[in-house]
């Protein structure tokens, strides 16, 4: 039982970890933060599966939490190039970027 409570305590600190760079981008104005906890939750848990240990769960996780910000953010960013845009009289698209 304790060492599911150094487990649980160290995937809390790893996902406030992960979360504090999931703050809104320039590009959309949306937050990332449901991409940043899925990754981290799958990094702590792959790293926690395969090193076998809480050090591999927390490292896993942080690198998680910034991969699937980087994801998120990244796809959010590209789905939103495309979505703003105008066509002038000569009906040619004029997209807006942010």
């Not at 999931?22 to 990332?32: E, K, L, N, P, R």
């Not at 090193?51 to 953010?73: D, K, M, P, Y």
């Not at 009289?89 to 807006?96: A, L, S």
Request: proline letters at 0%; a positive charge.
């Amino acid at each position: 039982m304790k060492r599911f409570a150094k487990f649980a305590a160290a995937c809390a600190i790893m996902l406030g970890a992960g979360t504090i760079g999931a703050a809104a981008d320039d590009c959309s104005g949306h937050s990332h933060d449901t991409g940043t906890a899925l990754g981290a939750g799958g990094g702590a848990l792959i790293g926690g599966l395969a090193s076998h240990s809480l050090v591999g769960a927390v490292v896993g996780g942080v690198a998680g939490g910034f991969a699937g910000n980087a994801i998120a953010r990244s796809e959010d960013c590209n789905h939103m190039r495309h979505r703003h845009f105008y066509r002038d009289r000569d009906g040619h698209r004029h997209y807006n970027y942010r």
